[in-house]
């Protein structure tokens, strides 16, 4: 079995901000253990550290059991790779190294059929089998088949695109959960996921006996699966030992014991230094109190030199001022609307003013119909890009001043690539610096506001787009999956931002905790049915649908 341990390792960023100070813990032997923190707080880089992406520059990691690592890019793989290549990069090492001598002898047999070129081609199989690569493409069979619902060899060279981020997610986790490996570090597993795909993620979490280091946001997955919850801020780490039910608890009671052991240690230094300088003026009359004098100042530098107890970290305060505007009654109109070979003709009307959440398994339309809301816009909010039209038949129209807010679930801002948070408000906006300093700020995103867009943290670049929601003056905000990489706190500032908010509101969310604010429920079913319901539908499969 497997087990982490990070002992006393800081890490600092290029820019010399400390990300990491002093870090310790340890995920002991079959334990379920979730990484929670701010967005930007170095959680993806805590475990970059953990699979030895990065060497610490101070401190030590370690661990036993094979490493099996899922990056946080997976469900977003839009590149020309296989299925194959995707299988490949959460196998073992050994596999890996193996499979790329093989790729290297097969170029070589196609650009020529000699003797030792087949001698070479012949050895690479002998490594690929002394690997255990024959027996890991009777894995991979199987993880293809319950993920995707075809064998291996069906669809090994398959573009990784053509799959949705959840069958990408899925087909990923079966082969680490299902792989020898005996420590699994999974950053943002659930991401892309449907709702039964995240119950199945969360049994299988719990039914396994390997050691498991997990970052989620998704509040019902660690409510269900975490055994105990490491949590990064102000650039140190703490354990909560229970469940994520009573981690607000918690954390509250320990800040306030860091507030308190803060406040005694200043009234225990300002005693000191007040008792130095008392004995300094006697000592200057009365030579008897030198040595009294000598010893307080070595007890104030010995105090001084063990310093301060942790300083109580910073809450997070985000100020989503989502706004809105008036809008003519309707502000979605859909006749006999079918997306061309994603569901059958639906009518629908949304109102001005409702919250709409819309729910279904992947790949049943959601995130098309949102697109193809912005598609039809006459006008986009200031600094958004045109969207591609959506194949469609029927009608899809937006009511009287309704400007539909797109946010992307993949959050493909080719047009903010390369162009810091600061620089995309000041353009985009109209804004001066110092006013979109501030508008940064209120999304706590002054920290990376000259960062360039793609090295920012999923969780940035979902404020920022929500940012840019507020600024562009969107009227109907399209969302699609808002809080997949959205900190604790920054989902809940954005479901208070959307109570406040004067507009409409169509989400797709597999987000159960996020879903309960909204009114009512538009679901794509499964079989190409398009319905409303009063409450969250998350296995669609299993709920008779009107007629």
Request: charged share 25%; with cysteine.
């Amino acid at each position: 079995m497997g087990h982490v341990e990070v002992g006393h390792v800081s890490h600092a960023l290029p820019d010399g901000r400390v990300l990491l100070d002093d870090a310790s813990f340890r995920v002991g032997d079959g334990v379920t253990a979730a990484l929670v923190g701010p967005n930007g707080a170095g959680k993806t880089t805590l475990l970059r550290l953990v699979s030895g992406d990065l060497a610490p520059q101070d401190g030590t990691v370690a661990h036993s059991g094979g490493l099996g690592v899922m990056r946080q890019f997976i469900g977003n793989v839009r590149d020309e790779s296989s299925v194959h290549d995707l299988l490949l990069s959460v196998a073992p090492p050994r596999v890996r190294e193996a499979a790329a001598v093989v790729e290297a002898a097969e170029l070589a047999m196609m650009e020529r059929d000699d003797e030792p070129t087949q001698l070479r081609y012949a050895n690479a199989l002998a490594g690929w089998g002394d690997a255990g690569g024959y027996e890991i493409e009777v894995l991979w069979d199987a993880c293809c088949v319950a993920a995707l619902g075809v064998p291996y060899d069906a669809c090994r060279w398959r573009e990784t695109r053509t799959l949705s981020g959840g069958e990408q997610k899925r087909l990923a986790l079966e082969a680490l959960l299902r792989g020898p490996d005996e420590v699994l570090l999974l950053d943002e597993p659930d991401n892309y996921l449907d709702v039964p795909g995240k119950q199945w993620l969360e049994e299988r979490l719990r039914e396994t006996a390997k050691t498991v280091l997990v970052v989620s946001h998704d509040r019902e997955l660690l409510d269900r699966c975490a055994d105990r919850i490491v949590t990064v801020e102000g650039g140190r780490v703490w354990i909560h030992g229970g469940r994520f039910s009573t981690y607000a608890a918690a954390r509250r009671d320990r800040n306030e014991r860091l507030e308190e052991l803060r406040r005694r240690w200043d009234e225990e230094h300002a005693k000191l230094k007040e008792l130095v300088n008392t004995l300094k003026v006697k000592a200057t009359v009365n030579d008897g109190f030198a040595s009294r004098y000598r010893a307080a100042q070595t007890r104030l530098r010995k105090f001084e030199e063990a310093g301060p107890p942790e300083t109580p970290p910073r809450d997070q305060s985000l100020k989503m001022r989502l706004r809105g505007g008036r809008t003519g009654k309707r502000a979605v109109i859909c006749e006999d609307l079918e997306l061309t070979g994603l569901m059958r003709s639906f009518g629908e009307e949304v109102w001005f003013g409702e919250r709409v959440a819309v729910l279904g398994s992947n790949g049943s339309g959601k995130s098309h119909f949102l697109r193809l809301l912005a598609a039809v816009a006459e006008v986009l909010p200031r600094g958004a890009v045109p969207v591609r039209p959506v194949a469609h038949t029927g009608v899809a129209r937006l009511g009287a001043r309704v400007v539909p807010g797109l946010f992307a679930q993949t959050h493909a801002r080719p047009d903010l690539a390369g162009r810091t948070p600061c620089e995309i408000v000041m353009t985009e906006h109209a804004r001066l610096r110092n006013d979109a300093m501030n508008a940064l700020a209120r999304y706590e995103l002054q920290f990376c506001a000259e960062q360039p867009f793609e090295t920012l943290s999923g969780g940035q670049q979902a404020r920022l787009q929500i940012l840019l929601l507020e600024l562009g003056g969107a009227t109907l905000l399209l969302l699609d999956e808002p809080t997949d990489n959205l900190d604790l706190a920054s989902a809940e500032a954005l479901q208070e931002g959307l109570e406040s908010y004067e507009g409409t509101v169509l989400a797709v969310t597999h987000d159960r905790w996020f879903a309960r604010s909204f009114d009512r429920f538009l679901v794509f079913g499964a079989d190409g049915s398009v319905y409303e319901s009063s409450e969250p539908v998350w296995d669609e499969a299993r709920v008779a649908r009107p007629r």
